[in-house]
Protein backbone atom coordinates (compact mmCIF):
# COMPACT_ATOMS: atom_id res chain seq x y z
CA UNK A 1 0.00 0.00 0.00
CA UNK A 2 1.43 3.39 -0.64
CA UNK A 3 -0.34 6.47 0.98
CA UNK A 4 0.90 9.71 1.68
CA UNK A 5 3.23 10.81 4.44
CA UNK A 6 0.51 12.78 6.54
CA UNK A 7 -1.42 9.51 7.47
CA UNK A 8 0.99 8.30 9.91
CA UNK A 9 0.56 11.54 12.06
CA UNK A 10 -2.80 11.12 12.54
CA UNK A 11 -2.41 6.80 12.85
CA UNK A 12 -0.13 7.74 15.79
CA UNK A 13 -2.49 6.82 18.32
CA UNK A 14 -2.94 4.62 21.10
CA UNK A 15 -6.60 5.16 21.99
CA UNK A 16 -8.66 1.86 20.90
CA UNK A 17 -10.63 2.17 17.58
CA UNK A 18 -13.38 -0.51 17.07
CA UNK A 19 -13.55 -2.06 13.91
CA UNK A 20 -17.53 -1.13 12.26
CA UNK A 21 -19.45 -4.42 13.59
CA UNK A 22 -21.52 -6.64 11.00
CA UNK A 23 -24.72 -5.53 9.35
CA UNK A 24 -26.60 -9.27 9.48
CA UNK A 25 -29.42 -10.09 11.81
CA UNK A 26 -27.60 -12.31 13.79
CA UNK A 27 -24.69 -11.79 16.51
CA UNK A 28 -21.11 -13.67 16.52
CA UNK A 29 -18.80 -15.35 18.13
CA UNK A 30 -16.11 -16.45 17.65
CA UNK A 31 -13.40 -19.22 19.31
CA UNK A 32 -10.04 -19.85 17.97
CA UNK A 33 -9.28 -24.08 17.68
CA UNK A 34 -5.35 -25.23 17.35
CA UNK A 35 -5.31 -28.62 15.10
CA UNK A 36 -2.42 -31.01 14.99
CA UNK A 37 -2.35 -33.14 12.21
CA UNK A 38 0.05 -35.71 13.65
CA UNK A 39 -0.07 -37.90 10.56
CA UNK A 40 2.61 -35.94 8.58
CA UNK A 41 5.69 -34.01 8.85
CA UNK A 42 5.57 -30.09 8.66
CA UNK A 43 6.21 -29.66 5.18
CA UNK A 44 6.61 -25.57 5.19
CA UNK A 45 9.30 -26.03 8.49
CA UNK A 46 12.19 -24.69 7.24
CA UNK A 47 14.53 -26.34 10.04
CA UNK A 48 12.63 -30.34 9.13
CA UNK A 49 12.28 -31.03 12.57
CA UNK A 50 8.64 -30.74 13.17
CA UNK A 51 7.27 -34.23 13.06
CA UNK A 52 3.21 -32.81 12.95
CA UNK A 53 1.67 -29.56 11.53
CA UNK A 54 0.03 -27.68 13.86
CA UNK A 55 -2.41 -25.28 12.20
CA UNK A 56 -4.64 -22.62 14.06
CA UNK A 57 -8.34 -21.37 12.94
CA UNK A 58 -11.13 -19.61 13.76
CA UNK A 59 -14.50 -19.97 14.28
CA UNK A 60 -17.60 -17.48 13.14
CA UNK A 61 -20.49 -18.40 14.67
CA UNK A 62 -23.90 -16.98 14.01
CA UNK A 63 -26.01 -16.39 17.26
CA UNK A 64 -29.70 -15.69 17.00
CA UNK A 65 -30.93 -12.55 18.96
CA UNK A 66 -33.95 -12.34 17.90
CA UNK A 67 -35.20 -13.86 21.26
CA UNK A 68 -32.68 -13.05 23.37
CA UNK A 69 -29.53 -10.12 23.35
CA UNK A 70 -26.37 -11.54 23.45
CA UNK A 71 -23.73 -10.01 25.57
CA UNK A 72 -20.60 -8.46 23.95
CA UNK A 73 -17.04 -8.98 24.52
CA UNK A 74 -14.20 -6.70 23.03
CA UNK A 75 -11.11 -8.10 21.97
CA UNK A 76 -7.91 -6.93 19.77
CA UNK A 77 -8.40 -7.17 16.71
CA UNK A 78 -4.93 -8.62 15.50
CA UNK A 79 -2.72 -10.76 17.91
CA UNK A 80 0.61 -9.06 18.41
CA UNK A 81 2.89 -10.83 16.37
CA UNK A 82 0.27 -10.48 13.78
CA UNK A 83 0.37 -6.89 14.30
CA UNK A 84 3.94 -5.96 14.08
CA UNK A 85 4.35 -8.13 10.92
CA UNK A 86 1.78 -6.12 9.21
CA UNK A 87 3.03 -2.92 10.99
CA UNK A 88 6.29 -3.62 9.46
CA UNK A 89 4.90 -4.17 6.31
CA UNK A 90 3.36 -0.82 6.87
CA UNK A 91 6.59 1.25 7.69
CA UNK A 92 8.22 -0.05 4.25
CA UNK A 93 5.13 2.62 2.72
CA UNK A 94 5.53 5.39 5.14
CA UNK A 95 3.30 4.52 7.84
CA UNK A 96 3.55 3.67 11.77
CA UNK A 97 4.15 0.26 12.60
CA UNK A 98 1.50 0.46 15.36
CA UNK A 99 -1.29 0.75 12.43
CA UNK A 100 -3.43 -2.64 12.86
CA UNK A 101 -2.61 -2.19 17.31
CA UNK A 102 -5.45 0.01 18.41
CA UNK A 103 -8.07 -1.88 16.39
CA UNK A 104 -10.92 -3.95 18.33
CA UNK A 105 -13.68 -6.25 17.11
CA UNK A 106 -16.98 -6.97 19.40
CA UNK A 107 -18.56 -10.27 19.93
CA UNK A 108 -21.13 -12.39 21.44
CA UNK A 109 -19.92 -13.82 24.55
CA UNK A 110 -21.51 -17.04 24.78
CA UNK A 111 -20.09 -18.07 28.47
CA UNK A 112 -22.18 -14.52 29.55
CA UNK A 113 -25.04 -16.10 27.63
CA UNK A 114 -28.12 -17.03 29.45
CA UNK A 115 -29.27 -20.85 29.56
CA UNK A 116 -32.15 -20.55 28.58
CA UNK A 117 -30.69 -18.54 25.20
CA UNK A 118 -28.16 -21.03 24.52
CA UNK A 119 -31.09 -24.10 24.24
CA UNK A 120 -33.37 -21.72 22.45
CA UNK A 121 -32.00 -22.76 18.99
CA UNK A 122 -29.69 -25.66 19.68
CA UNK A 123 -31.28 -27.25 16.75
CA UNK A 124 -31.11 -24.94 14.08
CA UNK A 125 -28.47 -25.96 11.62
CA UNK A 126 -26.23 -23.29 9.88
CA UNK A 127 -24.74 -24.27 6.54
CA UNK A 128 -20.38 -24.64 6.89
CA UNK A 129 -17.95 -21.98 5.07
CA UNK A 130 -14.97 -22.06 5.43
CA UNK A 131 -12.20 -19.26 3.92
CA UNK A 132 -9.00 -19.12 2.36
CA UNK A 133 -6.42 -15.89 2.94
CA UNK A 134 -3.68 -15.08 0.43
CA UNK A 135 -0.51 -15.72 -0.22
CA UNK A 136 1.75 -14.91 3.05
CA UNK A 137 -1.60 -13.28 4.83
CA UNK A 138 -3.11 -13.93 8.06
CA UNK A 139 -6.72 -15.56 8.85
CA UNK A 140 -6.80 -12.62 11.25
CA UNK A 141 -6.90 -9.07 8.28
CA UNK A 142 -10.24 -10.79 6.87
CA UNK A 143 -11.83 -11.14 10.42
CA UNK A 144 -14.16 -8.31 9.64
CA UNK A 145 -15.42 -9.64 6.50
CA UNK A 146 -15.64 -13.53 7.94
CA UNK A 147 -17.68 -11.86 10.85
CA UNK A 148 -19.95 -9.88 8.18
CA UNK A 149 -20.73 -13.30 6.62
CA UNK A 150 -21.55 -15.13 9.89
CA UNK A 151 -24.00 -12.54 10.83
CA UNK A 152 -25.86 -13.47 8.05
CA UNK A 153 -26.41 -16.73 9.31
CA UNK A 154 -22.94 -18.86 8.27
CA UNK A 155 -20.79 -20.77 10.33
CA UNK A 156 -17.45 -19.20 8.86
CA UNK A 157 -14.04 -20.89 9.74
CA UNK A 158 -10.92 -19.17 8.16
CA UNK A 159 -7.52 -20.71 8.50
CA UNK A 160 -4.08 -19.90 8.91
CA UNK A 161 -1.61 -21.82 7.10
CA UNK A 162 2.01 -22.47 9.69
CA UNK A 163 5.13 -20.47 8.12
CA UNK A 164 2.74 -19.19 5.16
CA UNK A 165 0.95 -16.73 7.46
CA UNK A 166 3.64 -13.76 8.51
CA UNK A 167 2.81 -14.81 11.81
CA UNK A 168 0.65 -17.28 14.80
CA UNK A 169 0.00 -17.13 18.52
CA UNK A 170 -1.40 -20.34 19.45
CA UNK A 171 -3.59 -20.15 22.50
CA UNK A 172 -0.98 -21.38 24.66
CA UNK A 173 1.11 -18.41 23.68
CA UNK A 174 3.75 -20.60 20.85
CA UNK A 175 4.24 -18.17 18.02
CA UNK A 176 5.50 -19.69 14.51
CA UNK A 177 6.90 -16.82 12.75
CA UNK A 178 6.12 -16.91 8.68
CA UNK A 179 9.18 -17.73 6.35
CA UNK A 180 9.30 -15.68 3.25
CA UNK A 181 8.50 -17.26 -0.39
CA UNK A 182 9.44 -16.50 -3.23
CA UNK A 183 6.15 -16.92 -6.09
CA UNK A 184 8.63 -16.27 -9.07
CA UNK A 185 9.85 -19.78 -7.92
CA UNK A 186 8.02 -22.48 -10.34
CA UNK A 187 8.25 -24.69 -7.90
CA UNK A 188 7.12 -22.80 -4.60
CA UNK A 189 3.06 -21.99 -5.57
CA UNK A 190 2.55 -25.69 -6.66
CA UNK A 191 3.85 -26.73 -3.31
CA UNK A 192 1.76 -24.33 -1.58
CA UNK A 193 -1.23 -25.07 -2.65
CA UNK A 194 -0.87 -28.83 -2.05
CA UNK A 195 0.22 -27.82 1.73
CA UNK A 196 -3.02 -25.63 1.76
CA UNK A 197 -5.24 -28.27 0.29
CA UNK A 198 -3.73 -31.07 2.47
CA UNK A 199 -4.56 -28.63 5.49
CA UNK A 200 -7.94 -28.05 4.56
CA UNK A 201 -8.69 -31.73 4.20
CA UNK A 202 -7.09 -32.25 7.78
CA UNK A 203 -9.66 -29.42 8.92
CA UNK A 204 -12.60 -31.02 7.42
CA UNK A 205 -11.75 -34.51 9.45
CA UNK A 206 -11.55 -32.44 12.65
CA UNK A 207 -14.68 -30.61 12.23
CA UNK A 208 -16.47 -33.49 11.52
CA UNK A 209 -14.96 -35.03 14.81
CA UNK A 210 -17.29 -35.25 17.65
CA UNK A 211 -14.44 -35.68 20.10
CA UNK A 212 -12.85 -32.30 19.09
CA UNK A 213 -16.20 -30.46 18.42
CA UNK A 214 -18.17 -31.35 21.19
CA UNK A 215 -16.21 -29.42 23.34
CA UNK A 216 -15.65 -26.51 21.42
CA UNK A 217 -19.35 -25.97 20.36
CA UNK A 218 -20.71 -26.92 23.66
CA UNK A 219 -22.42 -23.58 24.86
CA UNK A 220 -23.07 -22.84 21.07
CA UNK A 221 -26.71 -22.38 20.29
CA UNK A 222 -26.85 -23.99 16.87
CA UNK A 223 -25.37 -26.81 15.23
CA UNK A 224 -23.41 -27.19 12.08
CA UNK A 225 -25.15 -29.00 8.55
CA UNK A 226 -21.75 -30.56 7.18
CA UNK A 227 -24.18 -31.72 4.23
CA UNK A 228 -23.61 -27.64 3.38
CA UNK A 229 -20.32 -27.03 3.30
CA UNK A 230 -18.69 -24.81 0.42
CA UNK A 231 -15.27 -22.96 0.21
CA UNK A 232 -14.12 -19.10 -0.70
CA UNK A 233 -10.57 -17.71 -0.61
CA UNK A 234 -9.20 -14.33 -2.00
CA UNK A 235 -5.92 -14.19 -4.32
CA UNK A 236 -4.15 -17.19 -3.54
CA UNK A 237 -6.88 -18.43 -1.27
CA UNK A 238 -9.12 -18.40 -4.47
CA UNK A 239 -6.60 -20.91 -5.97
CA UNK A 240 -7.09 -22.89 -2.83
CA UNK A 241 -10.76 -22.92 -2.81
CA UNK A 242 -10.35 -24.33 -6.37
CA UNK A 243 -8.23 -27.12 -5.66
CA UNK A 244 -10.24 -28.01 -2.97
CA UNK A 245 -13.39 -28.95 -4.52
CA UNK A 246 -11.50 -31.14 -7.24
CA UNK A 247 -9.70 -32.86 -3.80
CA UNK A 248 -12.54 -33.58 -1.26
CA UNK A 249 -16.22 -34.46 -2.75
CA UNK A 250 -17.41 -33.08 0.84
CA UNK A 251 -17.25 -29.42 -0.59
CA UNK A 252 -19.58 -28.88 -2.92
CA UNK A 253 -19.17 -25.71 -4.30
CA UNK A 254 -16.07 -23.06 -4.45
CA UNK A 255 -15.66 -19.32 -4.70
CA UNK A 256 -12.40 -17.95 -5.80
CA UNK A 257 -12.25 -13.88 -5.10
CA UNK A 258 -9.98 -12.53 -7.27
CA UNK A 259 -7.08 -15.16 -7.44
CA UNK A 260 -5.51 -16.25 -10.02
CA UNK A 261 -6.17 -20.02 -10.96
CA UNK A 262 -3.10 -22.36 -11.73
CA UNK A 263 -1.86 -26.03 -12.03
CA UNK A 264 -3.57 -28.55 -11.50
CA UNK A 265 -6.48 -27.40 -11.59
CA UNK A 266 -5.94 -25.11 -14.53
CA UNK A 267 -5.64 -27.75 -16.73
CA UNK A 268 -8.20 -30.08 -14.81
CA UNK A 269 -11.88 -30.51 -15.05
CA UNK A 270 -14.26 -29.14 -12.04
CA UNK A 271 -17.65 -30.62 -12.03
CA UNK A 272 -19.02 -28.74 -9.32
CA UNK A 273 -20.29 -25.32 -9.23
CA UNK A 274 -18.16 -22.56 -9.48
CA UNK A 275 -18.03 -18.79 -8.95
CA UNK A 276 -14.99 -15.93 -10.22
CA UNK A 277 -15.32 -12.44 -8.46
CA UNK A 278 -12.87 -9.94 -9.41
CA UNK A 279 -12.24 -6.81 -8.97
CA UNK A 280 -12.90 -4.01 -11.91
CA UNK A 281 -10.39 -5.68 -14.78
CA UNK A 282 -9.22 -8.34 -13.72
CA UNK A 283 -9.25 -10.51 -16.61
CA UNK A 284 -7.33 -8.21 -17.96
CA UNK A 285 -4.17 -8.94 -16.04
CA UNK A 286 -4.61 -12.23 -15.04
CA UNK A 287 -5.13 -14.73 -18.17
CA UNK A 288 -5.85 -17.89 -16.03
CA UNK A 289 -9.27 -17.27 -15.32
CA UNK A 290 -10.19 -17.50 -19.38
CA UNK A 291 -7.74 -20.55 -19.88
CA UNK A 292 -10.12 -21.70 -16.40
CA UNK A 293 -13.58 -21.21 -17.97
CA UNK A 294 -13.77 -23.88 -20.28
CA UNK A 295 -12.67 -26.30 -17.48
CA UNK A 296 -15.90 -25.50 -15.47
CA UNK A 297 -18.07 -27.78 -16.42
CA UNK A 298 -21.06 -27.38 -13.58
CA UNK A 299 -22.74 -24.15 -12.79
CA UNK A 300 -20.16 -21.06 -13.29
CA UNK A 301 -20.22 -17.46 -13.23
CA UNK A 302 -17.77 -14.87 -13.53
CA UNK A 303 -18.94 -11.17 -11.71
CA UNK A 304 -16.98 -7.94 -11.43
CA UNK A 305 -17.15 -5.55 -8.56
CA UNK A 306 -16.86 -1.84 -9.65
CA UNK A 307 -14.11 0.31 -8.00
CA UNK A 308 -12.04 -2.25 -6.62
CA UNK A 309 -8.57 -3.19 -6.83
CA UNK A 310 -7.19 -6.43 -5.35
CA UNK A 311 -6.08 -5.27 -1.92
CA UNK A 312 -10.26 -4.20 -1.54
CA UNK A 313 -10.68 -7.73 -0.45
CA UNK A 314 -9.15 -7.35 2.54
CA UNK A 315 -10.49 -5.73 5.68
CA UNK A 316 -7.90 -2.38 5.34
CA UNK A 317 -10.60 -0.64 3.66
CA UNK A 318 -13.07 -1.17 6.64
CA UNK A 319 -10.27 -0.14 8.83
CA UNK A 320 -9.24 3.19 7.63
CA UNK A 321 -12.97 4.03 7.61
CA UNK A 322 -13.09 3.83 11.28
CA UNK A 323 -9.89 6.54 11.49
CA UNK A 324 -10.46 10.37 10.97
CA UNK A 325 -8.83 10.89 7.87
CA UNK A 326 -8.61 14.18 5.82
CA UNK A 327 -10.04 14.13 2.10
CA UNK A 328 -6.42 14.05 0.62
CA UNK A 329 -5.76 10.52 2.72
CA UNK A 330 -8.76 8.95 1.85
CA UNK A 331 -8.11 9.68 -1.86
CA UNK A 332 -4.72 8.03 -1.67
CA UNK A 333 -6.11 5.28 -0.50
CA UNK A 334 -8.20 4.62 -3.12
CA UNK A 335 -5.35 4.84 -5.65
CA UNK A 336 -4.68 1.92 -4.05
CA UNK A 337 -7.11 -0.17 -2.48
CA UNK A 338 -10.33 0.86 -4.96
CA UNK A 339 -12.99 4.21 -4.29
CA UNK A 340 -16.00 1.68 -3.28
CA UNK A 341 -17.05 2.35 -0.03
CA UNK A 342 -16.29 -0.33 2.43
CA UNK A 343 -19.68 -0.86 3.43
CA UNK A 344 -21.22 -0.57 0.02
CA UNK A 345 -18.41 -3.86 -0.79
CA UNK A 346 -19.39 -5.29 2.65
CA UNK A 347 -22.79 -5.30 1.26
CA UNK A 348 -21.89 -6.25 -2.28
CA UNK A 349 -19.91 -8.84 -0.97
CA UNK A 350 -21.87 -10.85 1.24
CA UNK A 351 -24.83 -10.14 -1.07
CA UNK A 352 -23.04 -12.44 -3.49
CA UNK A 353 -22.18 -15.00 -1.55
CA UNK A 354 -25.84 -15.68 -0.41
CA UNK A 355 -27.27 -15.85 -3.42
CA UNK A 356 -24.32 -17.83 -4.28
CA UNK A 357 -24.80 -20.91 -1.71
CA UNK A 358 -29.08 -20.09 -2.34
CA UNK A 359 -27.77 -22.14 -5.55
CA UNK A 360 -25.47 -23.85 -4.36
CA UNK A 361 -27.89 -25.38 -0.96
CA UNK A 362 -31.12 -24.83 -2.19
CA UNK A 363 -30.79 -24.81 -6.16
CA UNK A 364 -32.12 -21.51 -6.35
CA UNK A 365 -30.66 -19.13 -9.04
CA UNK A 366 -32.55 -16.22 -9.02
CA UNK A 367 -30.62 -14.40 -6.61
CA UNK A 368 -27.76 -14.85 -8.29
CA UNK A 369 -29.24 -13.61 -11.84
CA UNK A 370 -30.77 -10.77 -10.00
CA UNK A 371 -27.09 -9.41 -8.25
CA UNK A 372 -26.71 -6.46 -10.96
CA UNK A 373 -30.22 -5.37 -10.19
CA UNK A 374 -29.81 -5.50 -6.22
CA UNK A 375 -25.77 -4.58 -6.41
CA UNK A 376 -25.31 -1.65 -8.65
CA UNK A 377 -21.24 -2.15 -8.50
CA UNK A 378 -21.78 -5.79 -9.36
CA UNK A 379 -21.87 -7.13 -13.09
CA UNK A 380 -22.45 -10.56 -14.69
CA UNK A 381 -19.56 -10.69 -17.05
CA UNK A 382 -20.65 -13.87 -18.46
CA UNK A 383 -22.30 -17.48 -16.73
CA UNK A 384 -24.06 -20.72 -16.98
CA UNK A 385 -26.40 -21.44 -13.96
Known sequence: MRFIAPICLLLSVSRAVLVPGPTGPYAVAMKELPLTDTSRHDPLDPTGKSKSRRLLVSLYLPVDKSRRSCPVVTVPYMTP?????????????????????????????????SPCGQASNKNKKYPLILFEPGLEESRLIYGAMARSLASHGYVVISVDHPFEAPAIQ????????????????????????????????????QLENQKVMKPVLADFPGTIDYHQLAIWGHSFGG??????????????????????????????????????????????????????????????MELSIANTQHGAFKDDLMLVSALDLPAAAKEAIAQVLGSIDPHQLDKDLNGILMAYFDLLFHGKKQSLEAIPHNFANVSILRGNI
Request: some cysteine; proline content about 8%; charged content about 25%.
Open 239 to 300: ATSASVINADKRVIGGLDLDGMVMDPVLSSNVAKPFILVGHEGHDDEDPSWNQFWPRLKGKR
Open 170 to 205: YPDGTIIEGIDFDPSDPAVLPKLLKVRTDDITFIIN
Open 81 to 113: PVAASYGQQATQVGLPDTLYQPFQMEFCDLKKL
